[in-house]
């Protein structure tokens, strides 16, 4: 079954933002947030406890968001359900998600996934809907301390289900539209259905991207000798998101094993040199577990421990070293995105209006688990 719409040819401004260029700081910047001095809210669900690295958001231009986003309330609640199914168009469509404890169950455009930790998703401006999560039933403080991990073990994924998000901008600049109200969900009909719809401005070879963290791209393989101090041997994974962002952002996580243990999942290929992860005209440094140490320009050493975020200028700061079972992100922020525009509140508003009206076509999967966003195919 296909139902065809048009957008409305009365409103051909909303297609692609039109609102003022994105600018990345190049100049010489060290912007840190330290967990310890965090605040969750509640932001957008109850169910969901965001906290943002605002330090470098702001001294980036406010252009680049990273943000922790740790579950706190049982799903069987009327207020904590799945959700609705709805999209986001941050500027060129990019958004980030990264599992670091707990199990989730995702639909994309029609078609089913359950991630767990180490799990990496770019959306990029396709309808989806959160079906599941999983809850530890610790109080607050207790569930926000849990460790986190990038490794699918057994502990990591019997927690609260936990994920790292970055947008392009803030996600309070950009449309949110709701495409199918909670009210309007057919159980049996309306999670088989692939959406398509103009309103976005992806980069040419932007699309959605899953990695399994078992997979063999996403195995983590060693850094050469003396590349960054550390007392047990480093290793780093390429997390893949360069061409499916459309070449806006680069991402790797940079790990070490716990003393006397093999926890990281690794690839026999030969060792790689810290020149495979120095991309990126903004740097952001996020630790996951463990300590990371890192050196200024004019030598100071400073270190972060677990859930601080660094925001940097590409030559302002070095990591020079991992403690033992350490997991740290890194993410490249490339020159594409000052090619970007952000949305104008006046299309902001206009495009929520719209929801389910945005959508230019619809296809009904067959099966749940097989097939591309059908997004991509017809976009």
Known sequence: MNIHAAIDPARPGLTHPEGDPLRLNHQDFIAIDRHKDTIYQATY??????????????????????????????????????????????????QLVLVTSGLFTFDYDGRIYYVGPGAVMLQSAIVHRQLFYTWSGLPT?????????????????????????????????????????????????????????????????????????????????????????????????DIGIDVPSGHLVTGHILATDPRGQSLLPKSSAAAVDADSFTKGEVVIYRVIRGTAEFSDRSGRNFELAAGDVVTAGRESIRLVGLGENTQLLRLGLLKGLEQLRSWTPTQRDEIDGLAGRIITRRDTRPLRTEGQPVGYLYA
């Not at 392009?168 to 950009?174: A, K, L, R």
């Not at 078992?214 to 393989?221: I, V």
């Open 141 to 237: 403080e207790e569930n926000l301390k849990t460790p986190q991990s990038v490794v699918p073990d057994a502990l990591s994924m019997g927690y609260s289900g936990k994920f790292l998000e970055a947008f392009v901008t803030d996600p309070t600049t950009f449309p949110n539209p709701t495409i199918v109200g909670p009210d309007q969900i057919d159980e049996a009909e309306t999670p088989r259905v692939a959406w398509t719809h103009g309103m976005h401005d992806r980069p040419v070879d932007a699309g959605f991207w899953l990695q399994d963290p078992l997979a063999l791209e996403a195995l983590f393989r060693p850094l050469k000798d003396g590349a960054i101090k550390s007392t047990m041997p480093a290793y780093v994974r």
């Open 45 to 94: 669900r109850p169910q969901a406890l965001y906290s943002r690295a605002d330090a470098g958001f702001h001294a980036n231009n406010e252009t680049f968001l990273l943000h922790e986003v740790a579950t706190n309330l049982p799903i069987y609640r009327e207020d904590t359900g799945p959700t609705d199914f709805h999209l986001h168009l941050p500027p060129g469509g990019f």
